[in-house]
């Protein structure tokens, strides 16, 4: 299958400050990639979908002006963290998709830990 | 999104099948049923997707009934590896993005 590839997958990272995660699809060429979250024990929750260079469309109850997207190729997605604090604490994964047809697969990154200290 | 339900965890034996169900009675025509599942602190790993015909690839088969409204993903010997969350997902195209939105899946804890 496809390969996406996330990096850093562990972060470390002090209240207040800003991280970013970035997502590559490494062999082919992304339209749309999406960020869910994941805390212990639950599920994935998606936070948002970004489509190449177009504006992030966030869930409800996400922060976009907390977790900036950014979708500036066909092969890379970054999402910031800013001004990170205990809570935003996460498993973080990301995922990428060709083209817009509901028969397309999705394939996820293996995720990024998330702890802000 | 057509909704999902899917019993919190199983078990099987290993080496024999293990047979997943998941009802989805509001899906509606141009939704797919995909099946992913996750290992602890790993991404989510595609398995499998399908319309409206039975799929079979090198991991697991994809049994959707008739009316569309129940599927069952089958691994045919499951191995201890095989113990992970599966997750049912019913997928269509909501204008251009068609996004995943999870469950809470089921728990598969295949034992020796």
């Known amino acids: 299958g496809a390969v996406v590839s996330q990096h850093p997958s562990r972060v470390i990272c002090k209240s207040g400050t800003s991280v970013k995660i970035e997502c590559r699809s490494l062999d082919f060429q992304a339209t749309t990639m999406f960020w869910y979250r994941q805390f212990p024990k639950q599920s994935l929750m998606l936070m948002a979908t970004s489509n190449e260079g177009s504006k992030a469309t966030y869930e409800q109850g996400v922060e976009k002006d907390k977790f900036l997207i950014n979708h500036a190729s066909l092969t890379l997605s970054t999402l910031t963290v800013t001004s990170a604090h205990p809570e935003d604490s996460s498993f973080y994964i990301c995922s990428a998709i060709t083209g817009h047809s509901s028969g397309n697969t999705i394939y996820f990154g293996e995720g990024s830990w998330l702890t802000v200290v | 999104d057509a909704k999902t339900t899917q019993p919190p965890s199983m078990d099987c034996a290993e080496g024999r099948a293990a047979n997943l169900p998941c009802n989805h009675s509001t899906i509606s025509g141009n939704e797919y049923v995909y099946w992913y599942r996750q290992i602890h602190s790993q991404g989510p790993q595609y398995i499998i997707h399908?319309?409206?015909n039975n799929e079979t690839n090198e991991m697991a088969s994809l049994i959707i009934t008739e009316d569309r409204k129940s599927s069952t993903l089958i691994l045919p010997h499951a191995t201890l590896r095989d113990t992970a969350v599966y997750y049912c997902i019913v997928r269509g195209a909501h204008g251009n993005t068609g996004k995943l939105i999870f469950g809470q899946g089921t728990t598969l804890q295949v034992k020796p």
């Open positions: 399908g319309l409206k």
